[in-house]
């Protein structure tokens, strides 16, 4: 199915741990993003990749890095977890600003 | 920054109600996307309209760029409909408003 694939769907670390964040998207997409949601406000932007080998920062990305292995993945990582990174996690793809695609999202709770 | 607000945060309904859900931005804007969080989390792209209204079965979008609004409109409003309706700033890049959480009661 046409898409964007968010994994893991839920994780659990302790603070200090480090991960990734692996996303694809099977669309063609030449636009890719990562965003944070916080109960009580609006998604947020940490980092996006408007192109293949070019990553940008968002509104958010202090504590990530990100990568944009080649056309269809894009990762985030996270170095050194803390709790205020505690969040639900979405990737999203578009082409050209328009017809966006989500992933199913990722619960990070970091204890 | 675009502000993107939206009123109201929360709503309930009783089946068949007509819903509208209102946004509004501080900085004109090109384009404006409206999306769905289902209750399960999955973010799905409803509308993106720079002018006057778009309809898509139940739901009609309008926006009016003068005065820096859109309303995001539910006919015969049914309990599937319940969900987090969010609109987003697509000038740039997408900034979102805070959502308003849709309750449709049978």
């Known amino acids: 199915n046409a898409g964007v694939t968010q994994t893991p769907k839920f994780q659990v670390l302790k603070t200090g741990q480090s991960m990734t964040l692996q996303c694809a998207q099977d669309?063609?997409?030449?636009?890719m993003y990562w965003y944070r949601q916080d109960p009580g406000m609006g998604l947020r932007l940490i980092y996006y990749?408007?192109?293949?080998?070019?990553?940008d920062k968002g509104e958010v990305p202090n504590g990530y890095n990100v990568s944009r292995l080649n056309k269809r993945e894009f990762s985030l990582r996270l170095e050194s977890a803390a709790p205020s990174q505690t969040s639900v996690y979405f990737c999203?793809?578009?082409?050209?600003?328009?017809?966006?695609?989500f992933g199913s999202g990722t619960r990070l709770t970091v204890v | 920054k675009n502000e993107v607000e939206q009123s109201p945060q929360n709503l309930t309904a009783q089946e068949g109600e007509f819903i509208t859900i209102n946004c509004s931005y501080s900085?004109?804007?090109?384009?404006l996307h409206w999306l769905q969080q289902h209750p399960g989390g999955g973010i799905v792209s409803l509308f993106m309209?720079?002018?006057g209204k778009k309809k898509h079965g139940r739901l009609i979008a309008t926006i009016n760029i003068q005065e820096k609004h859109s309303s995001l409109h539910i006919t015969a409003s049914h309990p599937r409909d319940s969900a987090v309706y969010i609109c987003?700033?697509?000038?740039?890049?997408?900034?979102f408003g805070t959502g308003t959480r849709l309750q449709v009661f049978p």
């Open positions: 900085v004109g804007i090109s384009a």
């Open positions: 987003a700033d697509n000038t740039d890049k997408l900034i």
């Open positions: 990749s408007a192109s293949e080998g070019t990553t």
């Open positions: 669309m063609n997409h030449n636009s």
């Open positions: 999203a793809s578009s082409s050209g600003g328009v017809g966006y695609t």
């Open positions: 309209l720079s002018s």
